[in-house]
Nanobody, 128 residues
Framework: QVQLVESGGGLVQAGGSLRLSCAAS????????MGWFRQAPGKERELVGA????????FYADSVKGRFTISRDNTKNTLDLQMNGLKPEDTAVYYC?????????????????????WGQGTQVTVSS
């Protein structure tokens, strides 16, 4: 079973940037699609971005499109989320997750229930 550990969260002013990283260990990383989710207080967990297991295909929520970039390095078992142009509404706990299906190498999984393994989360706070 894969273990996921996020890092890189923090406090940043609106318009600033942060880069989140997720390190995978204890299991297979490259055969699975990956995703970044976030959850703000009082709100449901939502998908921010997802990437296929070969790293070619990506998906972004409309709210972050053009500002966030998801990437992965299968040689290092890492998943990153580059966040630029941060807004106060981006404030949330951010989680990385590994899909439960191997599927095709180009498949991007966009539903919460597609994901099986989760990290503990990292807090991102954007001040206005």
């Amino acid at each position: 079973q894969v273990q996921l550990v996020e890092s890189g969260g923090g406090l940043v002013q609106a318009g600033g940037s942060l880069r989140l990283s997720c390190a995978a260990s204890g299991g297979k990383f490259s055969p699975f699609g990956m995703g970044w989710f976030r959850q703000a207080p009082g709100k449901e967990r939502e998908l921010v971005g997802a990437i296929s297991r070969n790293g070619v295909n990506t998906f972004y929520a409309d709210s972050v499109k053009g500002r966030f970039t998801i990437s992965r390095d299968n040689t290092k078992n890492t998943l990153d989320l580059q966040m630029n142009g941060l807004k106060p509404e981006d404030t949330a706990v951010y989680y990385c997750a590994s899909a439960r299906f191997m599927g095709y190498e180009i498949t991007v999984y966009t539903h919460l229930t597609d994901y099986e393994f989760w990290g503990q989360g990292t807090q991102v706070t954007v001040s206005s």
